[in-house]
């Protein structure tokens, strides 16, 4: 459990907070978050509403970004504050198809400002970006200030959402704000690094995974990045600010690899093909400043955070065994895809 401090928690009481994106991994960890730091938590997201979150939303709408429906739901609960975590949410898929991940992501920001803008222009929006679009940054650890040059459609669709949230700040007056979250896992991700490596454990004790393993991400877990988004919203500015949410330290892909493999195989032998993929950086360290400037500490470590998903996904693979199935996820053939640059923000 992420421990609340009163500066997290001013001017909590009775506000009103919609979850875009809510029945999604990171959706989850905002709604149990917030509920538990006094707010009264709305979700609207395309699948039905998880088990695991229902408990923490006191209404769930599922319905799509751009539609009627949703409009109709947002208006009547006139949210103090929405939290914009839907969107397409995968490197790799944006990279086969980019109308679709285009489709998913910027249509539905741009509906959802313009919507508050009419129904609820008092109202504050923080957009849950990512550190994609800095693509690989030529210095580290990367500000928030660094120039934006994506690799990827799913980056340049993120940029293109954060353009659109400063539209509507500097033509409309509307509060938006930006957290450009870094390699967000936790309990409840079934894609991504942590994941893929996970199912490679359970399949094999030889683990083969792309790259040279010196590659690096900066790690933070879904109960951080709620706490980020805590600290931004309160944080009164009327201009639009960005911040970053990470950890601060660089990881290495190999590290995380044998970390894994510590708690699930720990007689695995872990290889990299030394094959680079297009669309992903190299190296990532996020400047954590900005953030820290606010109050926020990060208090998940890496160490824990991962013995934490360790326990999680065998639990996961258990319950599966037991029931028959095969665990949820996209069981992969090929060398798992290590790269993992997006916060897995579906909904």
């Known amino acids: 459990m992420h421990k609340r401090d009163n500066k997290a928690e001013m001017n909590t009481a009775m506000k009103t907070l919609l979850i875009t994106g809510a029945g999604g991994f990171l959706g989850g960890h905002l709604a149990k978050y917030f509920f538990e730091s006094g707010w009264r938590v709305y979700g609207l997201g395309r699948s039905s509403c998880p088990v695991n979150t229902k408990p923490c939303l006191h209404r769930y709408h599922t319905g799509e970004l751009p539609g009627d429906e949703s409009k109709t739901f947002i208006d009547s609960i006139k949210p103090d504050v929405v939290i914009h975590a839907a969107g397409a949410s995968l490197v790799s898929r ?11 992501t910027v249509p539905a920001t741009m509906f959802l400002l313009e919507a508050l803008q009419k129904s609820v222009p008092r109202a504050k929006l923080l957009y849950l970006s990512s550190a994609a679009v800095y693509g690989n940054p030529t210095e580290l650890p990367v500000k928030e200030t660094a120039e934006v040059k994506p690799l990827s459609p799913y980056g340049y669709h993120k940029y293109l959402c954060e353009i659109l949230c400063r539209e509507f700040n500097n033509v409309y007056g509307l509060q938006t704000s930006v957290l450009r979250i870094f390699s967000g896992y936790g309990e409840g991700l079934h894609k991504q690094v942590l994941w893929d490596v996970c199912e490679k454990l359970q399949q094999s004790q030889t683990l083969e995974l792309f790259g040279t393993g010196d590659e690096t991400r900066d790690f933070i877990h879904a109960e951080d990045i709620a706490a980020a988004a805590l600290y931004c919203l309160n944080m009164p500015s009327p201009a639009m600010q960005t911040f970053n949410a990470g950890s601060g330290t660089a990881t290495s892909i190999r590290r995380i690899a044998e970390l894994l493999a510590s708690h699930l195989r720990p007689d695995a032998k872990i290889r990299f093909n030394s094959e680079t993929m297009s669309g992903y950086p190299i190296h990532w360290q996020a400047s954590t400043d900005a953030l820290r400037q606010t109050g926020y500490e990060p208090r998940v470590n890496l160490e824990a955070g991962i013995s934490r998903y360790a326990a ?16 949820t996820g996209e069981m992969q053939t090929a060398p798992s895809r290590n790269f993992s640059v997006s916060p897995g923000l579906n909904g």
């Open 94 to 104: 944006s990279l086969a198809e980019p109308y679709e991940d285009f489709a998913a």
């Open 312 to 327: 999680w996904y065998s639990a996961q693979r258990g319950a599966a065994m037991l029931s028959g199935v095969k665990s």
